[in-house]
């Protein structure tokens, strides 16, 4: 058990790792556009950290992000990411029980943060009376998984992992 001041110091330390890949989103990424469409990150730091971390610790790291998410960026539908990403957290995090938490876990996990993400957008269009919406919405989100993950993934991996690495210390670790 990590005492309460290495837990705040974890978190914060993620939260700061978090807020950096934000920024290379807001920065950098939202200028670059491939195959119509620009890398999207966030799904990512919902699901890749969590892969390192128990359960409980996940949702609630998801959740804030969802909710600065939410503030961040214009959607369709209020609160989206503040519901979608506690999700996203919580299966990721049980998902990296089944697999070791590394690159393969990442993108097994990146596959159904995308996945989620599409599906949950595709209902709330469809729910407003939008037709075809399906196809269309699945295949944008298909775009921008094949934008994102290959070359973003392993770096989010990488940087969290470190960061996992360095707060778990003196914890042992299955992963």
């Given at each position: 058990?990590?005492?309460?001041?290495?837990?705040?110091?974890?978190?914060?330390?993620?939260s700061l790792a978090a807020a950096?890949?934000?920024?290379?989103?807001?920065?950098?990424?939202?200028?670059?556009?491939?195959?119509?469409?620009?890398?999207?990150?966030?799904?990512?730091?919902?699901?890749?950290?969590?892969?390192?971390?128990?359960?409980?610790?996940?949702?609630?790291?998801?959740?804030?992000?969802?909710?600065?998410?939410?503030?961040?960026?214009?959607?369709?539908?209020?609160?989206?990411?503040?519901?979608?990403?506690?999700?996203?957290?919580?299966?990721?995090?049980?998902?990296?029980?089944?697999?070791?938490?590394?690159?393969?876990?990442?993108?097994?996990?990146?596959?159904?943060?995308?996945?989620f993400h599409g599906v949950f957008?595709?209902?709330?269009?469809?729910?407003?009376?939008?037709?075809?919406?399906?196809?269309?919405?699945?295949?944008?989100?298909?775009?921008?998984?094949?934008?994102?993950?290959?070359?973003?993934?392993?770096?989010?991996?990488?940087?969290?992992?470190a960061l996992a690495l360095r707060?778990?210390?003196?914890?042992?670790?299955?992963?």
């Open positions: 058990m990590i005492a309460d001041n290495a837990v705040i110091f974890k978190w914060s330390i993620y950096l890949c934000v920024a290379l989103q807001g920065m950098f990424l939202h200028r670059i556009y491939i195959w119509g469409v620009i890398p999207f990150l966030y799904p990512l730091l919902a699901a890749i950290p969590a892969t390192f971390e128990q359960p409980a610790g996940a949702t609630g790291f998801a959740l804030g992000l969802g909710i600065v998410c939410d503030l961040l960026l214009p959607e369709a539908f209020p609160c989206f990411y503040t519901l979608l990403f506690p999700l996203t957290g919580l299966t990721a995090s049980l998902l990296s029980r089944l697999f070791p938490a590394g690159p393969l876990c990442s993108y097994v996990v990146s596959i159904m943060a995308f996945l957008h595709c209902f709330i269009l469809w729910s407003r009376g939008s037709d075809f919406i399906w196809k269309i919405g699945m295949y944008l989100t298909l775009r921008e998984f094949v934008v994102t993950v290959p070359l973003l993934a392993p770096l989010v991996t990488v940087l969290f992992r707060t778990h210390a003196d914890e042992p670790r299955n992963w």
